[in-house]
């Protein structure tokens, strides 16, 4: 009986130490840059924002961090959007390779430049081209196990419905 303890007791403080190990999620230690690509759809197109982000470990369930995005569009003519935003990812479930998270976020959109559909500028078109944006991502999913690892992410806001990407943490 007491062998089977034992084992019992190796058997879990070895899965603990394998998990901690795993992910390393102490506060701040966890930074990463990250690339993504989301297609948005427009009025009668289908356009893509590119974002850059930056995340920041603050427990091992939230990461904090902000993005900076572009968007080119064509109505008539060339229209160019800038986003800043701010983000904080809730960490549902982590393993070794396999990460399960949701986003939240919200900022600012400038739209410049350009014609719209109707023939207004797009200032009028689209009833002031400077807005409050945000960002709601219930479920992501991240995979990799190095400095290296793809994300995939399911919601609606300034980065449409999908969003995939690339990160590397450090």
């Known amino acids: 009986m007491r062998r089977i303890t ?62 900076l995005g572009y968007q080119g569009r064509t109505y008539i003519d060339r229209v160019n959007e800038f986003t800043a935003a701010a983000s904080t990812d809730f960490i549902y479930s982590h393993g070794r390779t396999v990460e399960l998270y949701g986003t939240v976020g919200a900022g600012y959109r400038i739209m410049t430049g350009g014609i719209g559909y109707s023939g207004r500028s797009i200032s009028e078109e689209f009833n002031g081209a400077n807005k409050f944006i945000y960002q709601i991502n219930p479920i992501g999913i991240r995979v990799g196990n190095g400095a290296i690892s793809g994300f995939a992410e399911l919601g609606w806001g300034y980065r449409g419905l999908m969003t995939i990407g690339v990160a590397y943490k450090f």
């Open 6 to 67: 034992r084992l019992a007791i190796v058997i879990t403080l070895t899965g603990l130490l394998d998990q901690a190990k795993a992910q390393d999620l102490k506060p701040g230690r966890l930074n990463s840059f990250r690339l993504s690509e989301s297609f948005v759809r427009g009025n009668s197109n289908l356009s893509r924002i590119t974002v850059l982000g930056y995340r920041y470990q603050l427990s091992p369930e939230v990461r904090i961090g902000a993005d």
